[in-house]
C-alpha cells in the first residue's frame, strides 16, 4: 500500500502536511525537530533513513529543504539512496533547476520517478512523465486546487517556479515603491482598499494590505529571494531582458548596501490617489507583458496563484498600459522630485518607453562596436 513521507518542515509542507493527515497518515523527518504535536496522523522520524525504511512501497516523498541549509545536497541525496525502484519523489525545495536536472539523473539511474515544482497559493505547478504525475494526482490535490503541468524536461518546473515567484517579488516591491511614495504613512491602506475594486485585486494586494499594518516594525533591510535572483541569472545568461523582474532583486541588494555618512529622511508634497492607484495598474500590466515574453508557459499558472487577479485573466495588459502610462510618470516625476527611490517604476517606464520609440539612442551604442 502506497505512503506519504515529507521532507522539512517550512509553511509551504505545514500546508502539505495539514491538509493529508486528515486522510492518511504522512510520516515526516525535519532536521530542526518541529513540533507537529496539532497533528495527530503524523509520524516524525530523526533522519531520512528512520523515514524510508518505516514507509510502506511504493513511497512518494516531497521535499521541502531550504537551499541554504548546508545540508541540503547531503540529504536529497540520501533520500536517493534510501528510496527503490518504483518510489516517487517529488522535488518542491527551493532550488535552481540546474541543481534539479542532477537529482533527476540520479533518481533516473535508480528506476526512481522524479518530478519537481513548487506551491503558489493554491496552485501546484509541477515537471515529470505526465503519466507518472498523473498517478500522484490524488497526493496533489490533498493540497493543490489547481495542478498545472509545465513539461517533462528535469528542472522545468522549478524554473517557471523561479519567474512565478520573480513576478510576486516584483508586485511587492511596486508596493514598497507606493509606500515610499505615501511617505510610509498608514494612509497607503485607504488606497490598497480602493485597489481591492479594481482588476488588480487578488492574494498578493491581500497580503500587502495584511503586512502595511506590522511594516513599520521592521528594519528596512530585505532578504534576497533566491528564486527571484535565479531568474534574472538566468535571463542574463539567456540574453533574455528582464529589467522590471531583475529591479526587485536589485532594491533588496541596495537595502543591504552601506549608507552614506549623513542621510536624511525626505518628505514627498505632491501624493496623488488616483497617480497611485493607476500607477499600480500600469505595473501589473507591465510585469505580465515581460513575465509571460520571457516565459509564455506563465499563462497557465495565474488561476489559482499567488497572482491571480482579473487583469491577468481577462483584461489586455496593452490597453491598460494606454490609460496608465501618463499616471506612472507622474508618480515618476513626484518621487524624483522629492527624491525617492521607486526603482520598479522607474525600470517599468524605461523599458515602456524604449518600446514605444519608434528609434532609440543605442544606435551610439551600436557604432562603438565597429
Known sequence: MASYGIIGVNPDSLKVIRDMQQFKSVHVHDKYKTSLKPFKNVKMYPNVADLTVNM?????????????????????????????????????????????ELHAEKCKDKGIHYMAGGVSDKLLIIDGPKDIVDAQEIFFRTFAKKLTHVGEDPGSGHLIKSVHEAMECTLYQVYADIYAYFNQDASIINILN??????????????????????????????????????SIQALNTG????????????????RDLKLTETSQVFNKFTDNLVALQTARFMYAMVYIEATRACPQLKSCIESSALECDMFKESNPYAVLQETALYAKTFSIHCMHAGIPCPSIQAALCEYYFWAQTKTSMNFIASLRI
Open 56 to 100: 510502506d512501497m511504493p513511497r512518494t516523498i516531497a521535499t521541502f529543504v531550504n537551499p541554504d541549509d548546508y545540508e541540503h545536497e547531503r540529504t536529497m541525496d540520501q533520500l536517493i539512496e534510501w528510496c527503490d525502484k518504483e518510489d516517487t519523489i517529488v522535488n518542491m525545495n527551493m532550488e535552481n533547476f540546474k541543481t534539479s
Open 240 to 255: 533574455v531582458c528582464v529589467p522590471i523582474l531583475q529591479s526587485n532583486a536589485n532594491a533588496r541588494s541596495m537595502s
Open 194 to 231: 480602493e485597489l481591492r475594486k479594481t482588476d488588480v485585486n487578488g492574494p498578493i494586494l491581500k497580503h500587502t494590505i495584511n503586512r502595511m499594518y506590522t511594516a513599520p516594525q521592521y528594519e528596512d533591510i530585505a532578504q534576497e529571494n533566491l528564486r527571484s535572483t535565479w531568474c
